[in-house]
């Protein structure tokens, strides 16, 4: 497919219609690291900024990926109705996330979905634990008042947001059986693409089964991200954290989003646990979420997205913690 990004002369109607006739819009800047919608810093001509996220077929990088099944809560989670219904539901909740100015699917003022947000230039979380922990320490303190709030957000049922709240009923029995399914279509589709996986195959799988077995049903779930990275958390000019890439907002298991957290928070995490977490549950869905961190880079690498590297390592890096698990489930069976 040939990429065609949004340029300056594109964005202009979006701009006035959104932020005021009298505005003017100077530069666009793309920013990197989208893989799902495009999206790009606006500037206009008396230094203000805002955001506009683009959810456009050029702007998607996942090779096969455009099924738009809400019912499955792992179907790709990309498009503007499930940006609004996240928002809705996070704002409602006291939940800090973008202001939004404009939410546009008439393809009049530009051909695909689009919506201008909020810009924070603040930068992100993950940025200000890198370069000043100890200032990090009271946004960790809110984030995890804010994750607090969001495990009293229960669900009629479990699913996307966007699914569940208008009344519909996700596919599958319970958040477990999807985990352990998904987990197999992950091992083998990791398996197909790298032979130490493979050869780990049959392990690997015997682990998973062992460990989907030990869980114990649940008939409430909570609001989660499910990909609530510090890439994923801004902090704005107050110090408060505002997530972002809120597609994927679901109803779930909170050891889903806990076992992301602690993937990616690695010794930052401890701020944000939360002791109400069941164990077994927890290990199991950390090694399907490994799985899955394999396999998906894997897969997303195979198209044109420009940051292979970084993806190859998510997988090279995930793929050898997958294997260490496996590894210290035989041993504690000794």
């Not at 404009?102 to 393809?107: P, W």
């Amino acid at each position: 497919m040939e990429r065609r990004f949004a340029v300056r002369e594109q964005l202009t109607g979006v701009v006035r219609a959104a932020l005021g006739a009298e505005r003017r819009l100077a530069d666009v800047t793309r920013l990197r690291g989208g893989s799902k919608k495009g999206v790009y810093r606006l500037l206009l001509d008396d230094g203000f900024t805002a955001i506009a996220y683009i959810w456009d077929a050029a702007e998607n990088y996942w090779p096969g990926l455009q099924v738009d099944d809400h019912a499955d809560p792992f179907s790709p989670a990309s498009g503007l109705e499930l940006f609004e219904a996240a928002h809705r539901r996070l704002d409602g909740a006291g939940v800090r996330v973008p202001r939004v100015y404009l939410a546009d699917r008439s393809r009049e003022l530009y051909p695909a979905d689009i919506a201008v947000v909020e810009d924070v230039p603040g930068g992100t979380l993950e940025t200000l634990l890198q370069r000043d922990p100890e200032a990090a320490a009271p946004v960790l303190a809110r984030l995890a008042e804010a994750l607090e709030v969001m495990r009293g957000q229960v669900g009629p049922g479990f699913g996307k947001v966007a699914w569940v709240d208008r009344g519909g009923v996700a596919a599958g029995r319970s958040c477990e059986q999807l985990v352990f399914e998904r987990a197999l279509v992950d091992l083998e589709e990791g398996a197909a693409r790298d032979g130490r996986l493979a050869a780990a195959r049959d392990r690997l799988e015997g682990v998973v089964r062992e460990l989907a077995a030990g869980v114990r049903p649940r008939s409430a779930h909570a609001l989660v991200h499910g990909e609530l990275g510090p890439d994923h958390v801004l902090v704005d000019g107050a110090g408060r954290p505002m997530l972002i890439d809120i597609e994927g907002l679901m109803y779930f298991d909170v050891e889903w989003e806990h076992a992301f957290l602690r993937l990616r928070f690695h010794e930052h995490y401890q701020p944000l646990r939360w002791d109400g977490l069941d164990e077994r549950r927890l290990s199991f869905y950390t090694l399907a979420m490994r799985l899955s961190l394999v396999a998906g880079p894997l897969r997303l690498i195979e198209g044109d997205f420009p940051g292979r590297e970084f993806m190859r390592g998510i997988a090279e890096h995930n793929l050898q913690q997958a294997l260490a698990f496996v590894e210290g489930e035989i041993r504690g069976s000794r």
